[in-house]
């Protein structure tokens, strides 16, 4: 299985973007889908996720700005983001989730980044 992650770039301040996470390889369907995101130094850090079922959560700082959704029939999932703002800037990765039993199966991106220029 294999998440290919898109959508990326340069935006000013203010302005949007949509990422995209496409899975290929994949005969099964993702209990989860979220968007983490990392800037230099830190951690990596939860921004959206959704659980089938239409369970979403949001990290406080991008909640009323972006929007994860998920387009099932083609496994992919997207990061909807409005308003941007500088402290946005990061690498963006995306992460699927299968439940098997008790066992967790975590898929990740590659990685996209996003810069915002104020």
């Known amino acids: 299985v294999q998440l290919q992650a898109s959508g990326g770039g340069l935006v000013q301040a203010g302005g949007s973007l949509r990422l995209a996470c496409a899975a290929s390889?994949?005969?099964?369907?993702?209990?989860?889908w979220a968007w983490y995101r990392q800037e230099p130094g830190k951690q990596r850090e939860l921004v959206a996720s959704?659980?089938?079922?239409?369970?979403?959560s949001y990290a406080d700082s991008v909640k009323g700005r972006f929007i994860i959704s998920i387009n099932s029939v083609k496994k992919t999932a997207y990061l909807q983001m409005n308003s941007l703002k500088p402290e946005d800037t990061a690498v963006y990765y995306c992460?699927?989730?299968?439940?098997?039993?008790?066992?967790?199966?975590?898929?990740w991106g590659q990685g996209t980044l996003v810069t915002v220029s104020s």
């Open positions: 992460n699927a989730r299968r439940l098997v039993g008790t066992r967790v199966e975590d898929y």
């Open positions: 390889g994949s005969i099964f369907d993702f209990n989860a």
């Open positions: 959704t659980i089938f079922g239409g369970s979403t």
